[in-house]
Structure formats: C-alpha cells, structure tokens
C-alpha cells in the first residue's frame, strides 16, 4: 500500500514513461538514463540556484536563459511540473515581470525537490531490483 502511494507521488510529479522510452528495452535499467538522471541532477540544481540569484540580482538575461533552459530539460525527463512552473518563470521574465517571478521561486523550490524525492524512489526501486538479480 505504501508502495503504491509512492509510485503515484512519483506519477504526479514525474512521467515514467518518458524515460522508460529513452532507456530502449532496458528501460528504466538503462545506464544511458542513469547517466541522464545523474547529470539532470547537478544541472537542474545549477539551474534552479541560477534562476534565484538571477532574481535577485534583477538579470533579466540569464532568468531566460536559465528557466528556458529548466523548461527544455525537464520536459525532456517527464518532469512535466517544473517545466511548467519553469515555462511561466521565462514568460514572466521575457515581459520584464519580475514580481511575479518572485512569486513562483517557491512554487519551483517545491516542485524540485518533489522532483528529487521521485528520482531518489526511482532510484531506490532500481537499487532494489538490480540486488535481487544478483
């Protein structure tokens, strides 16, 4: 039961499906979305930084270029949440709105670190299947 309401946390913030594809037929197995999901980790971190002290330096240039960027990225993942919240951080930014961007730094904390806690599932359930094989 507990599994269960794990998994669909992780549905709601993340879609399996999108890297079940990208891993061929090894699926989630894959080492290429290993790979994928190490580096997603250290930028999407950068990134999300980026976009705060964007913020606060007022640089309207690099809260673009970083939360286009996010937005690209995320979607590319099935982290359709922060690539949302990501996309309506640049159309703010793009119309030079940087209260209401203000207002979605908290809305983008939350929706990565959900994030995490997905992957990190994901990545515990993988653990656990790859040990069994063994």
Not at 6 to 11: L, M, V
Not at 64 to 83: D, F, M, V
């Amino acid at each position: 039961m507990q599994d269960d309401k794990k998994k669909a946390g992780a549905d709601e913030v993340l879609d399996i499906m999108v890297l079940t594809s990208i891993g061929g037929n090894s699926g989630l197995a894959s080492p290429l979305v290993k790979r994928l999901l190490a580096l997603f980790r250290q930028e999407a971190s950068k990134l999300v930084h980026g976009i705060e002290y964007a913020l606060t330096t007022e640089d309207q240039e690099a809260l673009l270029r970083q939360s286009h960027t996010l937005k690209s990225s995320s979607a590319s993942i099935g982290a359709q949440r922060l690539s949302q919240v990501a996309r309506h951080i640049e159309q703010f930014a793009r119309q030079s709105e940087l209260a209401e961007v203000g207002a979605l730094t908290g809305d983008l904390r939350m929706e990565f670190a959900r994030l995490l806690v997905a992957l990190d599932a994901i990545e515990s359930q993988l653990a656990t299947v790859s040990t069994d094989q063994h």
